[in-house]
């Protein structure tokens, strides 16, 4: 019997029996749907859905014939919370570990797909040359290890940046590399290796790169006021340049400290670790602000303590503006303290241009006017250092400054003298009287 009799009530025609077996519909379903489906490979990467979660069994539809496993053992090896995520109906992307044949079913991976799409992206990056933004997991005797993605990377002690090699000192790798890790880094990739499971990155390869980056993040996330450890990387005479995690912020000269610098070098050295203060930012110019005197006791009262208004010191113009010229004042101490003297105060003249009457670096005496101790700023006059009005203050100032004549002598007891004429006698040569000696010693005989 065809099989189209054996379906109830539909007998089976003549050119049907003719045209040989007809195929069940049911049958030509599963088979057109069959077709339209593609085999899973081995070592292939897909997409599937969540189809069932089972305990630790998880059952994914990649679209083949029948669904994929993931084994329990791998689920054991994620966390609570990624166990937790993985919810029925979800997309995910998997690794097919093995197709199915006699021995079983399909076997997926999460692991391993997530390993492959790392390596394909760390091919990627090598081919492309750009640039690993990432942090300092781990290391060893021979470098720092970084994690791409769930690949572990090698960063050879070569291949470190010179910035960072610099603050390698200490007998033990903890001493030397511990300090780093969790530190942002960037590299570039130099080497992939699947077979051999190695990956190669160098932080040198993306040096200036690196910095480059690593500035427009710092830039982003600094805030004026806050306080951040770095290392002393350069010294200049206007100042010195911190590296404070990947960037290089400046603190100038007036900023080292409250006392006088003469250069950087005299309390700074490269390798240095300071702890500094963000002054600002300057997005356009990519520029960081720092200040290491910020972070030491202000020294304003015992500075103000030292000047009343009235009083003459001594300064160099460091600064010329239109307003006027600062002084570094002397006379104060190790402390570097600065006052104005207002275009007004330069000269009795009309000045339109302090330069008509003062230069940087001239030194001059110059007269406190103004002492503002809760804006904290002192003000000076170079016009008036002769002043009348100030005489009387002036005139006290140098009696106070004038050293005290020694008190006399108390004569002894030898030396009191009881009768004069005598002593003065005494005095008298042999051949003289004493009133002799008195017209000798007092006027030259003019022969008369």
Same mark, same amino acid.
């Not at 990056?125 to 993605?149: E, P, R, W």
């Not at 006392?259 to 390798?271: Q, Y």
């Not at 001594?314 to 190790?334: N, P, R």
């Given at each position: 019997?065809?099989?189209?009799?054996?379906?109830?009530?539909?007998?089976?025609?003549?050119?049907?029996?003719?045209?040989?077996?007809?195929?069940?519909?049911?049958?030509?379903?599963?088979?057109?749907?069959?077709?339209?489906?593609?085999?899973?490979?081995?070592?292939?990467?897909?997409?599937?859905?969540?189809?069932?979660?089972?305990?630790?069994?998880?059952?994914?539809?990649?679209?083949?014939?029948?669904?994929?496993?993931?084994? *329990?053992?791998?689920?054991?090896?994620?966390?609570?919370?990624?166990?937790?995520?993985?919810?029925?109906?979800?997309?995910?992307?998997?690794?097919?570990?093995?197709?199915?044949?006699?021995?079983?079913?399909?076997?997926?991976?999460?692991?391993?797909?997530?390993?492959?799409?790392?390596?394909?992206?760390?091919?990627?990056?090598?081919?492309?040359?750009?640039?690993?933004?990432?942090? &300092?997991?781990?290391?060893?005797?021979?470098?720092?290890?970084?994690?791409?993605?769930?690949?572990?990377?090698?960063?050879?002690?070569?291949?470190?940046?010179?910035?960072?090699?610099?603050?390698?000192?200490?007998?033990?790798?903890?001493?030397?590399?511990?300090?780093?890790?969790?530190?942002?880094?960037?590299?570039?990739?130099?080497?992939?290796?699947?077979?051999?499971?190695?990956?190669?990155?160098?932080?040198? *390869?993306?040096?200036?790169?690196?910095?480059? *980056?690593?500035?427009?993040?710092?830039?982003?996330?600094?805030?004026?006021?806050?306080?951040?450890?770095?290392?002393?990387?350069?010294?200049?005479?206007?100042?010195?340049? &911190?590296?404070?995690?990947?960037?290089?912020?400046?603190?100038?000269?007036?900023?080292?400290?409250?006392?006088?610098?003469?250069?950087?070098?005299?309390?700074?050295?490269?390798?240095?670790?300071?702890?500094?203060?963000?002054?600002?930012?300057?997005?356009?110019?990519?520029?960081?602000?720092?200040?290491?005197?910020?972070?030491?006791?202000?020294?304003?009262?015992?500075?103000?303590?030292?000047?009343?208004?009235?009083?003459?010191?001594?300064?160099?113009?460091?600064?010329?503006?239109?307003?006027?010229?600062?002084?570094?004042?002397?006379?104060?101490?190790?402390?570097?303290?600065?006052?104005?003297?207002?275009?007004?105060?330069?000269?009795?003249?009309?000045?339109?241009?302090?330069?008509?009457?003062?230069?940087?670096?001239?030194?001059?005496?110059?007269?406190?006017?103004?002492?503002?101790?809760?804006?904290?700023?002192?003000?000076?006059?170079?016009?008036?250092?002769?002043?009348?009005?100030?005489?009387?203050?002036?005139?006290?100032?140098?009696?106070?400054?004038?050293?005290?004549?020694?008190?006399?002598?108390?004569?002894? *007891?030898?030396?009191?003298?009881?009768?004069?004429?005598?002593?003065?006698?005494?005095?008298?040569?042999?051949?003289?009287?004493?009133?002799?000696?008195?017209?000798?010693?007092?006027?030259?005989?003019?022969?008369?």
């Amino acid at each position: 019997m065809d099989r189209n009799e054996d379906i109830v009530g539909v007998p089976a025609s003549a050119e049907e029996k003719a045209s040989g077996p007809v195929v069940h519909p049911m049958d030509a379903y599963l088979e057109g749907e069959a077709l339209g489906l593609e085999s899973p490979r081995r070592g292939e990467i897909r997409k599937g859905t969540v189809a069932r979660v089972a305990g630790n069994d998880v059952l994914v539809d990649i679209g083949a014939k029948s669904e994929g496993m993931i084994p *329990a053992q791998e689920m054991e090896l994620l966390s609570e919370e990624e166990r937790a995520r993985i919810q029925v109906g979800q997309e995910i992307t998997v690794y097919v570990v093995r197709t199915a044949d006699r021995d079983g079913g399909i076997v997926l991976s999460l692991g391993r797909a997530q390993e492959e799409k790392d390596w394909v992206e760390a091919e990627r990056m090598m081919a492309d040359q750009s640039i690993f933004d990432g942090s &300092v997991t781990g290391y060893n005797k021979g470098g720092l290890i970084v994690k791409l993605g769930g690949l572990r990377g090698f960063i050879p002690a070569s291949q470190v940046s010179l910035a960072r090699r610099r603050r390698a000192e200490g007998d033990s790798l903890d001493q030397r590399w511990g300090k780093m890790v969790g530190e942002p880094i960037v590299a570039k990739v130099i080497e992939v290796d699947r077979k051999r499971n190695r990956l190669i990155l160098s932080e040198r *390869a993306a040096a200036r790169e690196a910095r480059e *980056a690593l500035k427009e993040r710092l830039i982003a996330e600094l805030r004026p006021g806050e306080i951040r450890t770095g290392t002393v990387i350069s010294l200049a005479e206007f100042g010195a340049f &911190v590296d404070i995690g990947g960037a290089d912020g400046l603190v100038h000269s007036s900023e080292i400290s409250w006392k006088r610098v003469g250069h950087p070098k005299e309390v700074l050295a490269i390798g240095q670790e300071v702890q500094v203060k963000v002054l600002g930012i300057d997005p356009e110019r990519r520029r960081i602000s720092l200040s290491l005197r910020e972070l030491e006791s202000d020294p304003w009262e015992q500075v103000a303590g030292q000047l009343r208004e009235g009083q003459l010191l001594e300064g160099t113009i460091t600064k010329l503006t239109k307003f006027g010229a600062f002084a570094s004042l002397e006379g104060l101490g190790d402390f570097e303290v600065e006052g104005l003297i207002h275009i007004s105060e330069l000269a009795d003249r009309r000045v339109e241009n302090p330069r008509e009457v003062v230069d940087t670096g001239q030194k001059l005496r110059l007269r406190v006017i103004k002492l503002d101790r809760e804006r904290r700023r002192i003000g000076l006059s170079l016009k008036r250092v002769d002043s009348m009005e100030f005489a009387d203050l002036d005139w006290q100032a140098a009696v106070d400054d004038a050293p005290l004549a020694p008190p006399p002598a108390s004569p002894s *007891a030898e030396d009191v003298v009881e009768d004069f004429d005598a002593a003065l006698e005494a005095e008298a040569t042999p051949d003289e009287s004493p009133a002799e000696a008195s017209v000798a010693g007092g006027a030259p005989d003019t022969g008369s």
